[in-house]
């Protein structure tokens, strides 16, 4: 046996697989071949709509056309999210998490010279122009901005459906990515218990040194064959169901709205994702505080005003259940897990993809020379993922343990002590006395930048005492002073931004539009 790593193999297609493929192949020297198998047989979930701004930078690095991009994804922009209705029950009641942090964010933190007026602003709205322009329905870009460029910082929504053969075509033709139709039907076992090779229905043995399953909720190889255990966090994270269906436009001209959406509902809350052709909505809920039939009939109350009553009980809707939680182990022997096959827990940020472009990145980066270099490499594999775990499942929680909402047991539970973590305890603690920023030491490894504990928090209506010395020096008041000057320069600033944007942008679909027709440049 070779100790040398050269024959990589991806069991699994779907967004996963391919972008998987994608990443490690166009990092890869010549002499490691990536091969790709995928069934026939099995459908993707496909729920993955919606990502974070790093996909600009995967698909720049795998050489991927944005223009391209949007006119065979059915894609649209992102610039973050709207949460309605998770405070309380006001309609009123909403506020964003927007890609652009705050004005000058590494210089200042803003937050404590806002608090005084938080009654007058919202934060979004005081330190950064995208809430502003989410709302009038732009798009974060001009067609004379370079692809991948940006103007305000942005992902993208998408049609998993479309993305998957997209990124196919792509990584076979281009980045010289074996592709196998087939099912596999056995795994194969060296003496040292790493998988030697896997058997398939139609094409044979196909042999590997490092085996990648992106088999989904089944992980057939890290879950199956080496039987690592799964972790469930439902006691944390409640919801364990969805239910989702797709809606025309009423008109082929209708705007299209450049966040997602995430309206709270009495057990749950409501996605809502523009694409091109499409809105792509669902439920997500938990089984244990209600029932299918009443998150059903939430949900087509919900989509009723858009199509009328009659389309609206009309339309299919798909259920979709799954375990939250991950396995204890990503990466075990010479299989790692990347994907559904790893863990899943529910879209509410979006963190599917991004975990996926971290997991592979990681592999591209330090991808193992020899199979000696391989259980180091896993080791720090499996504690950075399961750090980026405990972070993901901490910054969901926070979602739902700042509400005021107390109309059912489900918003009540979520707010209970024994169903938050102590390190989130803690930093909830922490923020009544001073904000979330740079300094934190607890956000500093975050995948989340501080920036979105500070939209968050502070769109919850989460406050922090604004502290000052009754008697400082003069030294520290002509500090206070510069900053609170600087302070008030960057919110009119910021006011006057969202002017020079009003103009400069244009809506969301006319900008879609364009680059299907014309392109955007490239660099």
């Known amino acids: 046996m070779t100790d040398q790593i050269t024959r990589v193999v991806i069991v699994g297609g779907g967004s996963a697989g391919w972008l998987t493929a994608g990443i490690i192949a166009a990092a890869s020297p010549a002499h490691v071949q990536i091969t790709l198998i995928e069934s026939p047989d099995v459908a993707a979930i496909g729920v993955g709509e919606g ?39 006001s309609k009123e009641d909403d506020y964003y998490h927007p890609f652009t942090p705050p004005a000058k964010y590494h210089e200042i933190n803003l937050a404590p010279f806002w608090l005084p007026f938080k009654e007058k602003i919202s934060f979004a709205n005081a330190v950064c122009p995208q809430a502003a322009i989410c709302d009038m329905g732009y798009a974060p870009k001009q067609i004379t901005t370079p692809e991948f460029g940006t103007v305000l910082n942005y992902g993208y929504h998408l049609d998993a459906g479309k993305f998957a053969p997209f990124l196919h075509k792509h990584c076979v033709e281009k980045l010289g990515v074996t592709y196998i139709g087939a099912n596999v039907t056995a795994i194969n076992s060296r003496e040292n218990g790493d998988i030697q090779s896997v058997n398939t229905d139609t094409q044979g043995e196909v042999v590997g ?60 809350w409501i996605w809502d994702i523009g694409l091109q052709s499409r ?43 799954f375990n939250p939680g991950h396995r204890e182990t990503f990466w075990h022997k010479n ?142 008041k002509r500090l206070q002073d510069k900053k609170l000057r600087k302070a008030e320069t ?24 364009k680059i299907k027709q014309y392109g955007l440049q490239t660099i």
């Open 51 to 89: 990502t974070w701004p790093t996909m600009r930078s995967t698909l720049d690095t795998i050489g991927v056309s944005e223009t391209d991009f949007f006119r065979e994804c059915d894609a649209s922009f992102k610039q973050g999210s709207k949460f309605s209705r998770w405070t309380s029950l």
């Open 209 to 268: 040194d490092l085996f990648v399953d992106c088999t989904g909720l089944s992980s057939l190889l890290l879950g199956k064959h080496y039987s690592i255990p799964f972790v469930t966090q439902k006691s944390i994270l409640f919801n364990d169901s969805a239910l989702a269906v797709q809606i025309p436009y009423v008109e082929g001209t209708d705007a299209i709205a450049s966040y997602t959406l995430s309206t709270a509902q009495t057990n749950g």
């Open 279 to 321: 809105r792509g909505i669902g439920h997500v809920f938990s089984s244990r505080y209600t029932t299918d039939e009443l998150a059903e009939r939430e949900l087509r109350n919900y989509i009723a005003p858009a199509v009328g009553e009659k389309m609206a009980g009309e339309l299919s809707v798909r259920k979709i259940s």
């Open 335 to 476: 299989c790692v897990a990347i994907g559904l096959a790893a863990g899943f827990i529910e879209p509410l940020e979006a963190t599917a993809l991004v975990l996926i472009e971290l997991s592979a990145k990681m592999i591209a980066e330090q991808f193992p020379a020899n199979r000696s270099a391989m259980d180091i490499v896993a080791k720090r594999f499996n504690n950075t993922l399961n750090h980026h775990w405990e972070q993901i499942i901490d910054f969901l929680k926070l979602h739902y343990v700042l509400t005021k909402r107390t109309d059912t047991e489900y918003w009540r539970d979520n707010c209970l002590a024994s169903t938050i973590s102590d390190r989130l305890q803690e930093l909830l603690a922490l923020w009544k006395v001073q904000s979330p920023w740079l300094y934190d030491e607890m956000l500093r490894e975050e995948m989340f930048p501080s920036a979105s504990y500070q939209y968050i928090y502070y769109g919850m209506c989460g406050t922090t005492e604004v502290r000052g010395s009754a008697n400082p020096s003069s030294n520290n």
């Open 490 to 513: 960057l919110f009119m600033e910021n006011a006057q931004h969202i002017q020079q944007l009003k103009k400069a942008l244009q809506p969301n679909r006319e900008l879609i539009e």
